[in-house]
């Protein structure tokens, strides 16, 4: 992260987004164990990962095949899903996130993914923006020339905006409601805000929804922005969840970056 000055206040400049993990899968063991008992069962996973247990569990509950276990453990059991297709076990295991150091141009892409996904975005009708980051595509980042025709060009937005938001307060005054006329003020303002407007989204997927993600969006034909999130996801996830996303392999590109690829297609 980089920081520019640009009257009448400074504009930070982003190239890299940040992914916090939130929220994981818990799994409550005795209501597991107390099925298990009520219908007879002597079962255990070999995992002590949640996501990959809840997985396990949901699959064996289609056959009740808790007596039959596949040799391998819970690795050899989620690989034959995964070869299978029966992805609907993987939609159990749910995770949350917060993504920021973000563009609008990202998140318009983002909430295409629907199925299995949630979404909770910073509002600019509420939030001011007049403190604004900006994300910069790495191909205008790389080039001075496009660097300061862009940064240029985020400046006289960013003054457009301030300006605008103050003068429609003043314009508003006869509204009594304070937080009403700021709020006016705002939702009017930021139509001169740019895509590359950083942004804040809390993010709730499952597997399932993770994987198409990643396959997406991790690809050499996705946008590099959000390539590079897709990236951050896997390696997360590799860790959260090994069995599930160990099958994504990293392919150099000649750009220097990289794709994730699996023969496992659209589980």
């Not at 009257?7 to 107390?34: C, F, K, N, Q, W």
């Not at 199925?115 to 007049?130: H, I, K, P």
């Not at 939702?187 to 895509?195: D, E, G, Y």
Request: proline letters at 5%.
């Amino acid at each position: 992260m980089s920081s520019v000055s640009a009257s009448p206040g400074d504009i930070r400049v982003i190239h890299e987004p940040a992914v916090y993990l939130i929220g994981r899968p818990t799994i409550s063991e005795a209501e597991l164990e107390r099925f298990l008992e009520d219908h007879g069962i002597a079962w255990e996973s070999d995992t002590e990962q949640a996501a990959e247990y809840l997985t396990e569990v949901a699959g064996r509950v289609c056959y009740m095949s808790f007596a039959r276990p596949r040799p391998g453990g819970n690795k050899a059991y989620i690989d034959h899903i995964l070869e299978v297709g029966h992805g609907s076990v993987l939609e159990h295991p749910v995770w949350n996130f917060l993504f920021t150091g973000i563009s609008r141009s990202l998140t318009h892409e983002l909430i295409r993914h629907r199925a299995g996904f949630a979404y909770s975005q910073l509002s600019q009708r509420y939030v001011d923006e007049s403190l604004a980051e900006y994300v910069e595509p790495d191909e205008i980042a790389k080039d001075p020339e496009l660097h300061q025709i862009w940064l240029d060009a985020v400046a006289q937005s960013h003054q457009a905006y301030i300006r605008l938001a103050e003068k429609l307060q003043e314009k508003l005054r006869e509204e009594p409601d304070k937080t009403a006329r700021r709020k006016l003020a705002r939702q009017a303002a930021r139509s001169v805000l740019p895509n590359a407007t950083e942004t804040k989204i809390f993010v709730t997927a499952n597997a399932r929804a993770l994987r198409h993600f990643i396959e997406s969006r991790a690809s050499r034909f996705a946008d590099v922005e959000i390539r590079k999130l897709a990236l951050k996801m896997l390696e997360i996830m590799r860790t959260e969840a090994p069995h599930i996303f160990a099958d994504y392999q990293l392919v150099p590109l000649p750009d220097g970056t990289s794709e994730a690829v699996t023969t496992h297609h659209k589980v």
